[in-house]
């Protein structure tokens, strides 16, 4: 049962770096969504999406950029990297739409030097 | 979605019933309550959701007031496993956005 299979599980990287982190779930969900957690912080949403085709933008989406390749993967891009991006960053999905709950990955423990 | 306060943390002796109150007065009728909980930097865990009725599961209870402005998550004999970052949230799932939003939750400490 992987659930979501998020990848790398950890990542440093410089300034200025580009990289993306990737999310695959395994469940038939409709719905993906990436958010970042700061320390002592609760999660914020960068980006959604809804269904296969369609993202949108979260609370926090500056600095990002995200891509639904298909039904399973919805990958975070960021294009410059930036010492403000230093976080551990979750995907999770959804059936939707529906009031199920949504499922997490592990993390991606991402430090940009 | 409604706002929700929370106790930033609280103690539990193990294999005593832990008691999480949350706080959602602005809820509106179609607003669902959901309970999250983060061990130790891992992903957040579902546990319990529910929207006027009580409702149990195999991890937990949750008891909604008659009024549904406030909320209790109910462990009904902790362990040492169950020490983590419990958060409460609540959602209209009525429409497309199920956009979840956390605040910083309670610290849950479960003692030997």
């Known amino acids: 049962n992987a659930g979501v299979t998020q990848t790398p599980k950890f990542q440093v990287l410089k300034t200025g770096q580009s990289m993306t982190l990737q999310c695959a779930q395994d469940?038939?969900?409709?719905?993906m969504y990436w958010y970042r957690q700061d320390p002592g912080m609760g999660l914020r949403l960068i980006y959604y999406?809804?269904?296969?085709?369609?993202?949108d933008k979260g609370e926090v989406p500056n600095g990002y950029n995200v891509s639904r390749l298909n039904k399973r993967e919805f990958s975070l891009r960021l294009e410059s990297a930036a010492p403000s991006q230093t976080s551990v960053y979750f995907c999770?999905?959804?059936?939707?739409?529906?009031?199920?709950?949504?499922?997490f990955g592990d993390g991606t423990r991402l430090s940009i030097l | 979605d409604a706002k929700t306060t929370q106790p930033p943390s609280m103690d539990c002796a193990e294999g005593r019933a832990a008691n999480l109150p949350c706080n959602h007065s602005?809820?509106?009728?179609?607003?669902?309550v959901y309970w999250y909980r983060q061990i130790h930097s891992q992903g957040p865990q579902y546990i319990i959701h529910?929207?006027?009725n009580n409702e149990t599961n195999e991890m937990a209870s949750l008891i909604i007031t008659e009024d549904r402005k406030s909320s209790t998550l109910i462990l009904p004999h902790a362990t040492l496993r169950d020490t983590a970052v419990y958060y409460c949230?609540?959602?209209?799932?009525?429409?497309?956005?199920?956009?979840?939003?956390f605040g910083k939750g309670t610290l849950l400490t479960v003692n030997p």
């Open positions: 999770a999905s959804h059936r939707g739409p529906s009031n199920q709950p949504q499922h």
């Open positions: 469940m038939n969900h409709n719905s």
């Open positions: 999406s809804a269904s296969e085709g369609t993202t």
């Open positions: 602005t809820i509106s009728g179609n607003e669902y």
């Open positions: 529910g929207l006027k």
């Open positions: 949230i609540v959602l209209n799932s009525g429409g497309s956005n199920y956009k979840l939003t």
